[in-house]
């Protein structure tokens, strides 16, 4: 199985700074037609998961666009340009690449 | 507006079975593999398993594999997750989630149900 790795496990970020969480695989994302099947969603307080970023990059639809997901191969990274209070919760990257996915261990946001 | 609706949650003893269920709307049911995720009190996320659209391909993951049946009826639009051999270890909140066969993206998830593993 691929094991994703995120670090840092937690994060506390001042209004209107940037915030980046990197997630490793342990096996290359990339696959043969060309994508990366990397993904990234967030998990507000008592909410299920929500999509933000799919195949390494895309946005998901009505995803704000400070949000960005980055990397190739092994090494990933979401990048938040300027964190806002609706940001708080925990984020997860995932993989598509195979079965099983399998998800990193979440890194926890919270606000100043 | 797409929406998954769960049911069937609940406490059980080990070793008992349970058996959840979603019911989708908004979306061509029949188009779609169909994922099931869990989360354990105060833990992560943990793909537990899909099917694909006609129920002839079905994965899990190996902590569930042989306990764990994933199952759906396109004409209910309904999925289900029969669980066997219950397992304190089992206890979690499910979530079932549109699979989305081009992007394998999950765009849709259901609201959760908990389930509860204890003598």
């Known amino acids: 199985d691929i094991v994703m790795t995120q670090t840092p496990l937690s994060l506390s970020v001042t209004p209107g700074q940037p915030a980046s969480i990197s997630c490793k695989s342990s096996q290359n994302l990339l696959q043969r037609d060309g994508k990366t099947y990397l993904y990234w969603y967030l998990q507000k307080p008592g909410q299920p998961p929500q999509l933000l970023i799919y195949e390494l990059s895309n946005r998901f639809s009505g995803v704000p666009d400070r949000f960005s997901g980055s990397g190739s191969g092994t090494d990933f990274t979401l990048k938040i340009s300027r964190v806002e209070a609706e940001d708080v919760g925990v984020y997860y990257c995932m993989h598509s690449f195979q079965h099983p996915r399998t998800f990193g261990q979440g890194t926890k946001v919270e606000i100043k | 507006e797409m929406q998954l609706v769960q049911s069937g949650g609940g406490l059980v003893q080990p070793g008992g079975s349970l058996r959840l269920s979603c019911v989708a709307s908004g979306f061509i049911f029949s188009d779609d593999w169909m994922t099931w995720v869990r989360q354990a009190p105060g833990k992560g996320l943990e793909w537990v398993g899909n099917?694909?659209?006609?129920?002839?391909?079905?994965n899990y993951v190996d902590s569930v594999r042989g306990r764990f049946t994933i199952s759906r009826d396109n004409a209910k639009s309904s999925v289900y997750l029969q669980l066997d051999s219950l397992r304190p270890e089992d206890t979690a909140v499910y979530y079932c989630?549109?699979?989305?066969?081009?992007?394998?993206?999950?765009?849709?998830w259901g609201q959760g149900t908990l389930v509860t593993v204890s003598s």
């Open positions: 989630a549109r699979d989305d066969r081009s992007t394998f993206l999950f765009d849709c």
């Open positions: 099917i694909n659209q006609r129920g002839s391909e079905i």
